[in-house]
């Protein structure tokens, strides 16, 4: 992956503004971790913002340690996660816009390739990775593929974890999803009314309003640990996927050709054929971006 970002670090000039939250509480272990992973990709047009809700760990110690790089930070009391966001967000001027939580990581080229596709592509909006990835505590990574995106296939419920009883393609990753500040104001931002399912609440906004074109290249790791919020079993995230997808796009606007979905043509020899008349088509965008050059090509997937 060296090529991305020797590439999209050759040339310093013109790159958009990216604006970037981080939501903490009682992170200190993995605070300092991902803070580093963000500084140390050099973007020379970040305006990174965390908002830590009055811990009462080391977080505040860990954030100081890097508050010179920062273009704001505070520690007091907020309604959560989602409410810490959305006021971070508007204290934020960037073009480009994106959250990742004080567990996660971002790659050392995520930034740069984020900046070349929305200088590159005007006309795209948001954007999140095909090949998301996942971590252990220790930071060990595996990344996996997904086909693709399309609204038809998030009305199906295939990115909320496999509601609507139907297989899923998993979720939408937060933390290599970005848009531009237009679509955020389009929207209502992110809803407190849920315990973790804001983001879907947020995709699924989003979709009303533009495509999500997807990323052949990683731009974000998840960590999975025992005590992050997702672990929780006070709360079912796919429950409230369930009731998210409902209040925006109701079951019953599901048609008979539709439900054509449900039935795995994929491990049918003929599916290449039945795919451009069952299957989804997701808008893609092929990198290397680099001096205006790549395509956004159409993809039809099962």
């Known amino acids: 992956m060296s090529w991305y970002f020797n590439d999209f670090r050759a040339d310093t000039e013109d790159w958009p503004s990216i604006s970037l939250v981080t939501p903490s509480y009682n992170q200190a272990e993995y605070l300092g971790s991902t803070l580093q992973s963000v500084l140390d990709q050099g973007y020379p047009e970040l305006e990174y913002i965390v908002m830590d809700g009055d811990s009462d760990d080391d977080s505040s110690a860990v954030i100081e340690r890097y508050e010179s790089d920062l273009d704001y930070w505070r520690s007091e009391p907020d309604h959560g996660m989602y409410d810490a966001i959305n006021q971070g967000f508007e204290r934020s001027t960037g073009e480009i816009m994106g959250w990742i939580n004080s567990d996660d990581l971002h790659l050392p080229w995520t930034l740069h390739v984020v900046g070349a596709i929305f200088q590159a592509f005007p006309s795209v909006n948001w954007i999140s990775t095909l090949k998301p990835g996942a971590c252990d505590s220790a930071g060990v990574p595996t990344f996996n593929c997904k086909p693709g995106f399309a609204k038809r296939a998030v009305v199906h419920g295939r990115y909320g974890g496999g509601v609507r009883n139907i297989p899923g393609y998993g979720h939408i990753q937060q933390e290599s999803t970005f848009w531009r500040r237009s679509l955020w104001e389009a929207s209502d931002g992110l809803s407190l009314a849920y315990h973790g399912a804001s983001d879907f609440d947020l995709w699924c ?15 974000g790791v998840f960590r999975r640990h025992a005590a992050q919020k997702t672990s929780s079993t006070e709360y079912s995230y796919q429950a409230e996927c369930e009731y998210v997808l409902e209040s925006h796009f109701p079951s019953s606007q599901l048609t008979v050709q539709q439900a ?12 290449s054929l039945l795919t451009p008349y069952f299957g989804y088509r997701g808008p893609r965008i092929d990198l290397p971006v680099s001096e ?6 159409e993809k039809y997937f099962l």
């Open 292 to 297: 205006g050059k790549g395509t956004l090509p």
């Open 260 to 271: 054509a979905t449900y039935l795995r043509l994929h491990r049918s020899v003929f599916s």
């Open 205 to 219: 906004q989003f979709y009303k309003l533009d495509r999500l074109y997807g990323v052949n290249v990683p731009l």
